[in-house]
């Protein structure tokens, strides 16, 4: 028994084990798509993005590697590398993660139709997702204009995440006389309030002059044209 050819072990496997041995997640690490994963391997994947969190975030993306994930969970590389080829494919992973948990929060907003209260609810959303993962979208944002970009890494794909919806609810808002109207439309506002958005929590983290109640109000004075029950 000891001298069976490999080769033959590894068919009798594949014959006793052939279901389990199609489910595990062999076609997204080809393919960079979980495409219907063993529900065992797809926590393992969620533990190793959510880990990557910590050493790119402190560390940088060129300074981080595989091991510093793989030391963290206490892991092999081997099990890594079943989940991701590379370190590249694990950051695409983490940027699919936050646009995911982008999503979420308009999904939280369906059933809410006050113009502002919407806005609130997004700009309070956006803080959080700043203070948490701002490090990691700065990684991001450098990695989607660097020499070895790539369409599946774009920072553009958050900002669209983010703007296409607050777009739809500025013109809305602009048709009912609730904001001034632009010459470039809802589409520059959304820029602008972002842009200012974004400098607001920049400005919490440094500094903490004010509170995220007295930038919100601020925003919001600066769009609405009267209060929304006046």
């Known amino acids: 028994e000891r001298n069976i050819p490999v080769a ?8 006793r084990f052939g279901e389990y041995w199609k489910s595990t997640p062999t076609s997204f690490v080809v ?20 880990a990557a969190m910590e050493p790119f975030s402190s560390q940088g993306y060129h300074r981080t590697n595989v091991s510093h994930v793989t030391g963290t969970l206490h892991i092999s590389k081997e099990t890594f590398y079943l989940h991701f080829k590379n ?25 809410v139709s006050d113009f502002v ?5 997004r700009a309070e959303a956006f803080v959080t997702f700043y203070r948490k993962y701002h490090k990691i979208f700065d990684i991001i944002r ?9 369409s599946e890494l774009s920072v553009q794909a958050i900002y669209r995440k ?5 777009i739809k609810d500025l013109a809305k808002a602009q048709e009912e006389g609730l904001i001034r ?20 929590c920049y400005h919490l983290l440094v500094e903490g002059k004010y509170s995220s109640d007295e930038l919100f109000d601020a925003l919001n004075s600066a769009l609405l044209v009267a209060p929304a029950n006046g």
């Not at 979980?34 to 533990?47: E, F, L, N, Y």
């Not at 109207?181 to 607001?200: D, H």
């Open 8 to 15: 033959a072990v590894r068919q009798e496997v594949q014959l």
């Open 142 to 150: 450098a990695e989607s204009i660097g020499p070895e970009r790539g």
């Open 181 to 200: 109207k632009t010459s470039g439309g809802p589409e520059l506002l959304s820029y602008m309030a972002l842009g200012a958005l974004e400098f607001m």
């Open 87 to 111: 370190k590249h494919d694990l950051l695409v992973a983490v940027f699919d993660y936050l646009v995911e948990n982008l999503t979420q929060l308009e999904q939280e907003i369906t059933g």
């Open 162 to 166: 983010i703007l296409d919806p607050v």
């Open 117 to 121: 209260v919407r806005a609130r609810k």
């Open 31 to 50: 393919d960079g798509v979980d495409s219907k994963p063993h529900p065992r391997g797809r926590k393992q994947r969620q533990r190793i993005i959510e």
